[in-house]
């Protein structure tokens, strides 16, 4: 099985990380697309274009079988496109996991993080209505512009990040929000910075673990034998910062530049 994922930078790997622990004897191509980070604050018809780009990459060089939309800003403005215009194509998307929050909250009280573009965006949007609609949760949204770009920089325990952090969680904190939706594939890794912030016990929802599942299952109903290695292939639009990279994988991967 030969796999393309792709991001607009690093924050994707972390549903690689969670890929890793499931998926053996396939090929997997990931694409950061540093060069037009962040999305999250582009215009739909750009972010298209740019996920247009990255498959059309992925299909003319690697002839991948499966495409997943490492990213909830792609996902949400890219992936009918996608489906539509390569029937063929396996495509995976990631969605912000309200749904297991409004199930898991206590309070009934429920947090979302997310780019401008994924809160904006009519998937979530509609996800967001349905399930308002059939259990009495209250949603504490938030945008988080910038915040991307900080964790690309590697700059997760500063001072700024911190302060970005507190100012977003304020009303959260103030009101007894129990569940935090991490709608970004980024945010993952500032984990620890939102506990520490919110300074209590939290279920943080991300989504990587239900994308290897889905993969897992796909891939036997095409015949995928899952045995053998994962081999993992890097490609960037512009520069990464290898010790990132290995933070979230666990181990060196240089990264071969591209031009898209
Ligand atoms: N990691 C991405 C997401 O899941 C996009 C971040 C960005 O480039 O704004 O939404």
């Known amino acids: 099985m030969k796999i393309g994922v792709f991001d607009s930078g690093l924050g994707g790997l972390t549903v690689v990380q969670a890929l890793t622990q499931v998926i053996k004897g396939a090929e997997l191509f990931y694409i950061a697309d540093t060069k037009h980070a962040p999305?999250?604050?582009?215009?739909?018809?750009?972010?298209?274009?740019?996920?247009?780009?990255?498959?059309?990459?992925?299909?003319?060089?690697?002839?991948?079988?499966?495409?997943?939309?490492?990213?909830?800003?792609?996902?949400?403005?890219?992936?009918?496109?996608?489906?539509?215009?390569?029937?063929?194509?396996?495509?995976?998307?990631?969605?912000?996991?309200?749904?297991?929050?409004?199930?898991?909250?206590?309070t009934g009280k429920v947090g979302v993080l997310a780019t401008p573009a994924t809160l904006k965006g009519e998937k979530y949007q509609q996800l967001a209505g349905t399930l308002s609609a059939q259990k009495e949760v209250v949603l504490y949204e938030q945008a988080c512009p910038g915040l991307v770009e900080q964790i690309e920089k590697g700059e997760i325990h500063t001072d700024k990040t911190r302060e970005m952090l507190l100012s977003w969680l304020d009303p959260m904190k103030k009101n007894d929000v129990d569940t935090i939706v991490l709608g970004c594939t980024h945010y993952p890794l500032v984990s620890e910075v939102i506990e520490h912030v919110m300074e209590r016990r939290l279920t943080l929802i991300h989504t990587g673990d239900a994308i290897a599942k889905r993969l897992l299952s796909l891939g036997e109903q095409t015949g995928h034998r899952n045995e053998g290695a994962l081999k993992i292939s890097l490609f960037s639009t512009a520069n990464i910062s290898n010790e990132i990279v290995h933070n979230i994988i666990g181990r060196e991967i240089d990264a071969k530049t591209i031009n898209l």
């Open 39 to 106: 999305y999250g604050e582009k215009s739909p018809e750009q972010i298209l274009r740019y996920s247009l780009d990255i498959t059309n990459y992925f299909l003319k060089e690697y002839q991948i079988d499966v495409l997943i939309i490492a990213c909830n800003t792609a996902t949400s403005a890219a992936i009918q496109t996608i489906r539509e215009q390569y029937p063929d194509l396996i495509v995976i998307g990631t969605e912000p996991g309200i749904k297991p929050a409004f199930e898991q909250t206590q």
